[in-house]
């Protein structure tokens, strides 16, 4: 089948379930993508605490197959806003809402419990907006092998790899990207001329930031970082945050909610700082430099690294970045997503589309370098 532009609608929920991210994009057979526009759609008030629940393991088997459904709707109702004003596109990618992420290689009777779940029926999306839905991304790389996660490494890879769109530009000399996403959870992808693309999780993102403003000042994330900035960084709680043992443990590897959980928080909690604004520095700073020393342990061996690109609702939190700019080395040149001209908050989006229009061409979308798997393969499947 010769390739074609599509236009996509891509929708996913990353690990903040802040939002549903929904936007529409056109995508390019030299995998290119332009979005044409992003929206960031709220869950309904009690669908997102129920989604919450969840997480926690809070809910039994009749609640999570009721909150399949309903999280379905809620995706359909963010794409309907896009198509309204833009139209049908050629094909919905979702992907979903994740609520239990288990890459690891635990057996019973022999039989891998490797695992991933993501949640929004895409049979009622595919009803409810009238389009092709293409969705669960994450479970063949599992099954051949892998951890279903990084997967945004592969767009990373097709932007800016060899002969990708922003490799060869002519604005800036630099061949060896970090491609750095601060969402819920942080990961990265190393991109270069030089060896094979490689990613992984480097750990907690906002996670912990957001639980902790949501417990002490009532707000849902610290804006532009300004209580991190009012805040002092507690160095010896720091210190022990950075023990933890996952920062050790060498890639490919993969972590999310189900590790930094709300146990773990308030865990980490009773040896905090007594101000609350000192706990949102030191976690803040916390983010940034297991960014940092993942790259010290895991990148520099490798690979020396040109350019890092900062995305995800990190990149808009000014303390982070601050943060960021002291612990990295100062050769390394420290940009946003925004100056290639994709949104720190719709990156994942694009991604999602570009990963759904090679599912729909049949073209092998993950990268094993990145996910551990054992070959090449098609993510995603198909609902008419």
Not at 339 to 348: A, D
Request: glycine share 8%.
């Amino acid at each position: 089948m010769e390739k074609e532009s599509k236009t996509v609608i891509a929708l996913m929920s990353g690990t903040s379930c802040d939002s549903i991210d929904a936007g529409i994009c056109e995508v390019a057979p030299d995998m290119s993508v332009k979005l044409l526009k992003g929206i960031n759609h709220p869950y309904p008030e009690h669908i997102r605490a129920k989604l919450f629940q969840a997480f926690r393991g809070e809910i039994n088997i009749k609640e999570l197959c009721q909150l399949n459904f309903a999280v379905g709707k809620c995706f359909a109702d963010a794409a309907n806003i896009l198509i309204g004003e833009f139209g049908k596109p050629d094909f919905i990618s979702s992907h979903g809402q994740t609520v239990y992420h288990y890459p690891y290689d635990e057996k019973l009777d022999n039989i891998s419990l490797k695992s991933t779940l993501q949640i929004g029926e895409s049979s009622v999306i595919a009803k409810e907006t009238g389009c092709m839905v293409i969705s669960n991304f994450r479970e063949k790389d599992i099954a051949y092998g892998g951890q279903g996660a990084p997967l945004v490494c592969f767009a990373d890879e097709k932007w800016w790899g060899k002969g990708g769109i922003w490799a060869h530009d002519e604005s800036q000399n630099s061949k060896n990207f970090a491609i750095q996403n601060i969402g819920g959870i942080s990961n990265v992808t190393v991109v270069s001329d030089e060896c094979d693309t490689f990613g992984f999780d480097t750990g907690c993102g906002n996670i912990m930031i957001d639980y902790c403003v949501q417990k002490f000042f009532g707000q849902k994330y610290d804006k532009d970082g300004e209580i991190a900035a009012a805040g002092q960084v507690c160095e010896s709680w720091l210190d022990c945050l950075l023990q933890d043992e996952y920062y050790f443990i060498e890639p490919p590897k993969t972590t999310g909610r189900e590790y930094f959980s709300n146990k773990y928080i308030e865990n980490i909690l009773k040896t905090a700082p007594a101000d609350p604004k000192d706990i949102i520095a030191t976690l803040t700073a916390l983010t940034a430099k297991t960014i940092a020393q993942a790259y010290e342990r895991f990148i520099y061996p490798s690979i020396h690294i040109d350019t890092a690109v900062i995305g995800g609702g990190g990149a808009y939190n000014k303390t982070m970045m601050k943060f960021l700019r002291s612990h990295l080395p100062k050769r390394i040149e420290l940009k946003t997503h925004e100056e290639y001209g994709i949104s720190n908050n719709f990156k994942e989006v694009m991604a999602f589309a570009l990963l759904g229009y090679c599912t729909y061409y049949n073209i092998p979308n993950n990268l094993p370098c990145c996910t551990g798997a054992g070959k090449r393969t098609v993510l995603g499947k198909i609902t008419y």
